[in-house]
Structure formats: C-alpha cells, structure tokens
C-alpha cells in the first residue's frame, strides 16, 4: 500500500521461485502489464507443456503420461478429489465428475481483469455443487 500510485495494489515485487508452469511469465504480466521487468523475476522454474507430461489435459486427468521423472514433483494424484473415507463410502467415477467440473467451468476463464466480486452470487461460482452434482452420478 506504500507503493507509488502507479504500482499501488499490483503484485509488484514478485519473485517466482522453484515452480513449474506453463506460460508464466505471460499469464502473470498479461494481467498487469505495466509491471516493470525488474519487479517480476523467476528462479529455479521450468516451463512446461501440460500435454506431454499429463495423462489427458483435456479430460482434467493429470497424472503423469509416463514415469515420473526427477524434476517432477511427487503429487500424490491418487488422494486429490474425492477419496472414500470414514464419511464418503462411495465416490464417483472421477472421469465422470472430472467431466461435470470441465463444463461447468469451461466458458470461464481463470482471471479476468475486470472481475469483481459479486456478494449475491459468490455461492453460486465457488460452491456450485453442493453434493446434488454427486448424488446424480
């Protein structure tokens, strides 16, 4: 909030260490593009591209293609989601519910600029299902 009123409320001074991504530097200054150069630096990371390391990108699956290699994290892909436990005897088909998640959200983009938040609908874009998408599978 200190910040000169050209940088005031930018991610300024963001230093990206140790991470892997696709696009990076662009979908970062793609949202700020008045960041100056110095004040948005990367250390340790490694583009990718998600189709040649994950299973099937477009199905949301992304566990590894292949056998992990050195350089790629150890993500547990098995315990992400919905996993049965003591509360949940029954889980979907997750191809299937990775399906309903991909059109649900498929128009919206990942950031917008321009968004706001919006008090009256914020349930309806964050917690949209709310078990009734489960039960139906």
Known sequence: MNQPNEWRFLPIGNDVRGTLGHGMRNQLTYRHPQIPEDRLQFHDTREIEPREIFADVDE????????REDWMP???????????????????DK?????????????????D????????????TIYWNSGSVLKKL
């Open 95 to 111: 191809s299937k519910y990775r399906k309903l998640v991909k059109e649900r959200f498929e128009e919206r983009p990942s950031s």
């Open 113 to 124: 600029p321009r968004a706001k938040y919006d008090f009256d609908h914020v349930n309806e």
């Open 74 to 92: 150890a993500i547990p892909f098995a315990e992400i989601g919905l996993v049965a436990d003591q509360y949940r005897h029954a889980v979907p």
């Open 60 to 67: 949301l699956d992304f566990s590894y293609r292949g056998e």
